[in-house]
């Protein structure tokens, strides 16, 4: 007799687990990840649940089974797949559910007529460009890989524009010589109609998917229908095509590899890079990770021997890297210009304009003002569901909570001092956008950020003027220092470098140096080398004078020292616990009794911090209390053990706060 193991569809604490059933259908045998119906609960209720394991025995003690009812064999997942999904349960300590259903299309019943993903991307055949020395050595490298069937894991630690992108287009045309798969993760869904094209023209629309959340569930259904069926071998999108359900990968390649948004932060809390390597490991496939300015964490990993780091360190075009010049804007104010341009950005986007040549002006900080206040009192308006100060919007003549998208009408008069001088602080892309164009009138100037993109198709639009020149000035957050690959952008102005300095996160001088020298990449993509204007109200930095002279070595050196120094990644990992509740006692009560029930299962290899407020202590109504907890690199197993265990104390406490989240090396603590 056989028996299996199975994934029930029920996204609860309380049926996490798996469970045992009996084989009884003559003529079809079962195999992990097939869909089946099962008769579930007291009442024997048909449900869905994929069979994770097959078992020649039934389990001791263990005397009665029910039987499985059905197979949907059109709709299960791949042996490895199911694998992987159980691996993603003990590793991000998420439900077995969660994890199966980053495999699955979602709404498979959709009905509605579909837009075709490659609307707007003209089919135009490209051969192969000819490789330099360098783009040659690392091809060659992971062609190796590819060659032997065998897994290989690469970082390309390329400048900007040293041609990373035809290194990756090439390796997978002799992935598809192979007759296998390869997967193309990119960190932002804006970049996907980019990277698309580059791919269609090579290989061709029909043998090229597409995946990402903007897709419909009509959309995803149909990419995944050809997928499934065989019709095509390659898959570009975000985050989530890296569950795309190939079953012969021989490549998968993440563009930009230290973007956080390749880290989830709902549902199973996964990290695309390492869902990667496990999947890259199980096919025989070659990992490849392209960046200028990678994580320290994985140059960490490169350093070690994990990844094998490919160098390129010129421009494909052989044209220098750009000018980068360094304004201290203490000092501008001390001459009297309190302008968002310093004379120098000023005096340089005059003269780009006057060469008929394009700019982008980079600010990671979208709306008009950061913050209102009185400046009698200094009251300052905040969401009342999030607890963070409230971002003024010019165009909306509103107050919007960036987390929740609460709005509020503007204060006339301060309602804790009655005073009426309400002022505004710090600047967005929206103020960045109306003084450039009382400098600049003649200008066409667009910008390019969550506001301006909302209506379907903005982006798309917004992309092609500036790609076709009908737009001068480009001014946006860190959608315009991501990707853009355009010969006439001969100036980059980065308005505040300071805005990421100050986070409380301890990424946050690594998330600088990259946001800044990403946004410098985006110039003298062309034949002649460009120019970047930093201002800054720090240019003592070292994070700020490593991203100025556009040296990742540097800033690594003194990086991989501070994290080790503080036992953060790459040398622990970090697990972030939330306690959530409407009764702030009751949330810092459980907080508290979280991190006691920490320090005693973990051993004292392990530091436990908190409970502290959260960052942003209110979200969604609810008080949150964090506890963070360093497991010292190679122990992060018992602490996913005890994690799995204190959810299930948690669940069964009747005293507890309403909710406990957990998430293991978050990208942000706020």
Known sequence: MTYVSVVVDNNTNATDELYTYRWDLPGQEPCAGCKIIVPFSIHDRRTEGYVAKVLNEAPAGVKRFKNVLETLPEEGLTREAMETALWMKSRYVCRYIEAVKCFLPGNTQA?????????????????????????????????????????????????????????????????????????????????????????????????????????????????????????????????????????????????????????????????????????AKAHGAALVLGSATPSATDFYRSEQGIFQRLDLPLRYNRVPLPRVRTVDMREEVKAGNRSLFSKELADALELTLAEKKQAILFLNRRGYSSFVSCRECGYVPRCPECGISLTYHKEEGALVCHYCGRKEAVPRVCPTCKSKIIGRFGAGTEQVEEKARELFPEAKIERLDLDAVRKKGSLEGILKRF???????????????????????????????????????????????????????????????????????????????????????????????????????????LFRFVVWDEDENRAMDSASRTAAWLRKALSSDYIVMGPSAAPIAKQSGMTRYQVIVKAPAGKRKECSAAAARLRKVFEEEKSAAKLLTMDINPFSFI
């Open 111 to 279: 009905k509605r007529k579909t837009k075709d993903p490659f609307a707007g991307i003209e089919e135009t055949p490209e051969e192969p460009k000819d490789l330099n020395a360098d783009q040659k050595k690392a091809l060659d490298a992971i062609a190796s890989a590819i060659g032997e069937q065998r897994n290989g894991n690469f970082l390309l630690f390329g400048v900007t524009g040293s041609g990373k992108t035809e290194v990756y287009l090439q390796a997978m045309e002799r992935v598809l010589q192979q007759g296998r798969q390869g997967i193309v993760l990119v960190p932002e869904i804006s970049l996907t109609p980019q990277t698309v094209g580059r791919f269609v023209n090579r290989f061709g629309k029909a043998r090229i998917a597409v995946l990402h959340s903007k897709l419909t569930p009509a959309q995803k259904s149909v990419e995944y229908g050809k997928i499934r069926r065989g019709e095509v071998d390659v898959v570009i999108g975000a985050r989530s095509a890296v569950f795309a359900p190939f079953d012969k990968l021989g490549l998968i390649v993440i563009d930009e590899e230290h973007e956080s948004s390749y880290k989830s932060e709902s549902g199973a809390k996964y990290d695309a890079m390492e869902v990667a390597m496990k999947r």
């Open 467 to 573: 790609a076709d020149g009908r737009t001068d000035i480009l001014i946006g957050t860190q959608l315009v220092a991501k990707g853009l690959d355009i010969a006439n952008v001969a100036l980059v102005g980065i308005i505040s470098a300071d805005v990421t300095l100050n986070i409380p996160d301890y990424r946050s001088g690594e998330r600088t140096f990259q946001l800044v020298t990403q946004a410098a990449g985006r110039a003298g993509r062309g034949d002649e080398q460009g120019e970047v204007i930093i201002q800054t109200y720090s240019p003592e930095s070292a994070v700020i004078q490593a991203a100025a002279d556009q040296d990742y070595r540097s800033f690594y050196e003194r990086e991989i020292v501070i994290r080790e120094a503080a036992l953060y990644p790459p040398f622990s990992d």
